[in-house]
């Protein structure tokens, strides 16, 4: 049985975008597991239906395995689209720039923080001291004090709980706003809304390959860009979790 996600208002290239981030995340050797694409055209995308099942240890440690391989398998530059994808980009509705930049620090900053900031900001939904706070953190950002000698990795790119399913097999990644990223934002983003058994997951990719020292002292640096897309496209009950982010990475 197949399950077909339609929109009428659908921007152009929505769901291609789509399609062409499944297809490239399920291209790494050994990575994690990808619903299949089953077709896609201009609103709409076809997909398998997917059986859910329990989230167990087992099933997670081998989960967060495939997701570092997945990382491992490295993306073209830092803020690269998908292999072959010319389109634009998205992360849940909202239009997403993937232009390749030369470092970490001002790819994150001038493509995945500033933008969603700025229209939460226009929107009303952060105020001028609260977003001073992110700006300060993207100063720094592009300064490369976060810059690590990490390369690129393949990351899904909106790796919340939502879109990784449980099933009889194990884990299934759906819904994905793939391109060339930190791997700690994918581990960040797990973290963020709360992923079950998260722990094992970390422990299974640990285990494949350890994060950098000091990863976890990072992961509200990595949790700006959910949270600034939130912030602008949900409203102010994000503006405070944005900015207590953004004051716990300046104390680092």
């Not at 989960?63 to 993306?75: I, Y």
Request: with cysteine; charged share 20%.
């Amino acid at each position: 049985m197949s399950f077909r996600k339609q929109r009428d208002d659908a921007p152009a290239g929505f769901f291609e975008a789509e399609a062409a981030g499944l297809r490239w995340l399920a291209a790494a050797p050994d990575g994690a597991t990808v619903v299949d694409v089953l077709d896609v055209g201009p609103g709409f995308i076809e997909l398998p239906r997917v059986r859910d099942g329990a989230a167990g240890a087992t099933a997670a440690r081998a989960f967060g395995a495939a997701l570092s391989r997945t990382h491992d398998a490295g993306a073209a530059a830092w803020g690269a689209p998908p292999d072959g994808w010319t389109g634009p980009t998205f992360i849940g509705r909202q239009e997403m720039s993937c232009r390749p930049a030369a470092s970490f620090g001002a790819f994150y900053a001038g493509q995945r923080v500033l933008p969603y900031l700025r229209k939460a900001v226009d929107r009303g939904h952060v105020d001028a001291a609260d977003a001073r706070a992110v700006e300060r953190v993207c100063d720094r950002l592009v300064a490369g004090d976060f810059d690590d000698g990490e390369s690129p990795a393949r990351i899904h790119g909106d790796l919340w709980s939502g879109n990784v399913l449980w099933t009889a097999a194990g884990v299934c990644l759906i819904d994905p706003a793939a391109h060339g990223g930190h791997r700690e934002t994918d581990l960040a983003m797990l973290a963020l809304f709360g992923a079950p058994r998260l722990r094992d997951i970390l422990d299974g990719y640990s285990d494949t390959h350890p994060p950098a020292d000091g990863w976890r002292d990072r992961v509200p640096l990595h949790q700006l860009h959910p949270l600034a897309v939130h912030a602008a496209s949900h409203g102010r009950g994000y503006a405070q979790p944005l900015a207590d982010a953004a004051r716990a990475v300046l104390a680092l």
